[in-house]
């Protein structure tokens, strides 16, 4: 079994709507949740980081970490045509040596 | 402050061939580490580093060697190149004490081996 798994879409959708990306994880050690951002063609950027359970939000950006299911969710409110891209999730442990990565789900957004 | 910079960005090699692919952080990260990334598969970790002189392997770390001299550089080195190693490779350095523990990306090189 994965560590993280995460539906790769492709997602499609028209601009100003709401998306919802998801993941699941195994392990409940795990403390540390991150979204990553990937354009065509370029290295990873985070998004958005969180600690623990919980919410974050960060402009339209929310990060949810349920730990009881395991589940991690990014959602982006009032999409826009710039947030067509790859998201990937990544989660590690305490220890901040081991990071585990889904494998990326593609949204577009359609004007 | 430049993050995390990686040389070449593209490359060809010959089945056969040896090449360094160079990764450098000026962020003073403990943590450094190299990614593969193939259609379909995600990110997979090949080795990575906690500090200077200390690097161990992760999940794909055959037909690949590093070392970690100092704290600001993490070369991988390929030693002999074949065709399943045609892909993006990253480098990606984070903290490892004190928190947060995110991970900052390089531009990749990406890897053809004919």
């Known amino acids: 079994q994965k560590e993280v798994e995460q539906d790769p879409g492709p997602l499609s959708v028209p601009e100003g709507a709401i998306v919802s990306l998801n993941c699941t994880y195994s392990n409940s050690a795990f403390q540390y949740f991150m979204w990553y951002r990937q354009y065509s063609r370029k290295g990873p950027e985070l998004l958005m980081y969180?600690?623990?359970?919980g919410n974050k939000e960060d402009g339209r950006f929310t990060a949810q970490v349920d730990k009881s299911s395991k589940y991690i969710s990014l959602f982006i409110r009032d999409s826009q045509p710039s947030d067509s891209a790859t998201y990937l999730c990544?989660?590690?442990?305490?220890?901040?040596?081991?990071?585990?990565f889904g494998t990326g789900t593609s949204l577009t957004v359609i004007p | 402050n430049a993050g995390v910079t990686q040389t070449p960005k593209f490359q060809v090699l010959k089945t056969g061939q040896s090449m360094t692919l160079q990764c450098a952080q000026d962020m003073n990260h403990e943590y450094m580490s190299w990614y593969r990334q193939d259609p379909g598969m995600g990110l997979r970790l090949i080795h990575y580093?906690?500090?200077?002189?200390?690097?161990d392997q992760g999940e794909v770390p055959n037909g690949y060697n590093v070392s970690r001299s100092t704290t600001e550089d993490f070369p991988l080195r390929l030693l002999s190149a074949a065709p399943s190693q045609t892909s993006v490779y990253f480098c990606?350095?984070?903290?490892?004490?004190?928190?947060?523990?995110?991970?900052?990306f390089g531009p990749g090189t990406r890897l053809t081996v004919t």
């Open positions: 990606a350095s984070s903290r490892t004490w004190g928190g947060p523990y995110e991970q900052y």
């Open positions: 580093s906690v500090g200077a002189g200390i690097t």
């Open positions: 990544a989660i590690a442990a305490n220890t901040g040596n081991q990071f585990y």
């Open positions: 969180t600690y623990s359970s």
